[in-house]
């Protein structure tokens, strides 16, 4: 059974970081790029971060970038998402993603889902 399993969301001050993971079973892991995407109530699902199977070739998009750190340890099956200096506006479920070949940062490319962590941040 593919599973993908997101952990690590909560409630944190704005400022404070959360460490996401994304541990992933059923599939050939190493061969799969990763997103986390997220989506905030009444918002549409945003991609946040990817990262490549091969090389590990990281994208972010601009609301992220330089406050949060993807990576990933095949050998745990696992993808992480490091975010700091997190803002009332990174509140959002957060999702992880797996696609077959190359990253991509449209949500419709991704094979594999998990269900969500909700991350809170609060002012």
Known sequence: EVQLVESGG??????????????ASGFGFGDYAVGWFRQA??????????????????????????????????AKNTVYLQMNNLKPEDTAVYYCAAKVGPLATIHHSYNYW?????VTVSS
């Open 10 to 23: 909560g409630l944190v001050q704005a400022g404070g970081s959360l460490r996401l993971s994304c541990v």
């Open 114 to 118: 998990g269900q969500g962590t909700q």
């Open 41 to 74: 109530p009444g918002k549409d699902l945003e991609g946040i971060s990817c990262i490549n199977s091969a090389d590990g070739y990281t994208v972010y998009a601009d609301s992220v970038k330089g406050r949060f750190t993807i990576s990933r340890d095949d």
